[in-house]
C-alpha cells in the first residue's frame, strides 16, 4: 500500500516552491535550485563534462562548457534530447544511447558504464550521475576520471546515502548506504570537500575533489 505520510504542511509547502522554481526557471536542470546555483559559479568555459541522464540538464550544461558528453538508455528520449540539441543549435554535445539489459550484463561491463572506457585518466572536470542504472557503480567508476579539482554531481543521493535531509525516501544518517557499492563510494570521497543541498522533496550532493599539492 501506497504511503502518503510525507504528505505534511512542510513538504506540501516545499513542492510548491519546487513547483514555482521549475516554471520559473524552465530551462534549469532538474536538479536543487541550490545546486543550480552553486553549478552556475563553478563550471568554466575549458571545462570537459559527463552526465548520465541527458534532458534539461544538457542544453544548460553545454552552454558552460567547454564539451559534454551526455549518456541516455532510453531511445525515445535519446530523440527527443538529439532534437532539442539541434534546435538549440549545440554542437559540442555528443550525446550516446546507450541501452541497458539488467537481467543479462554486468553492471560493470554495461555498455552504459563502459563508455568511461573512453576517457582518459583525470580528464573530466565535471560529471552528473543522475541517470536511471547503475548510480553506484558509475560513481565509483567515475573517479579516477576526475581531475584535481573536479566535481561529482549525485542528484537524488538521499535515496542512497545516510542523511539528515526530509525529502521523502531519505536514508537516515546512522544507517548503512543503499548497497555495498555506495559504502566503498563514501569511503573513498571521505576526504573530498561536500555540498549537500536539498529543497525538502529532493536532495542534490556535490563532491570536490581536493587539488593536488605542487
Known sequence: MRSFRHLTPRYILNKMKVVLYEKRCPDHPWLTKQANSILSTLLKPTDVGLEWGSGRS????????????SIEHDESWYKVVSIKLKEANISNTNLLLCKVDERHEKPRESPY?????TFSKESLDFVLIDGKYYRD?????????ICSGGIIVIDNANWYLPCDSISPNSIPQNSPPASKEWAYF???????RLIWTSSGITDTAIWFRPADKA
Open 58 to 69: 544538457t542544453i544548460w550544461l553545454a552552454r558552460r562548457i567547454k564539451q559534454l558528453t
Open 113 to 117: 558504464v563502459q563508455v568511461l572506457n
Open 137 to 145: 557503480v558509475c560513481a565509483n567508476m567515475v573517479l579516477e576520471k
Open 186 to 192: 563514501l569511503d573513498r570521497v571521505k576526504d573530498w
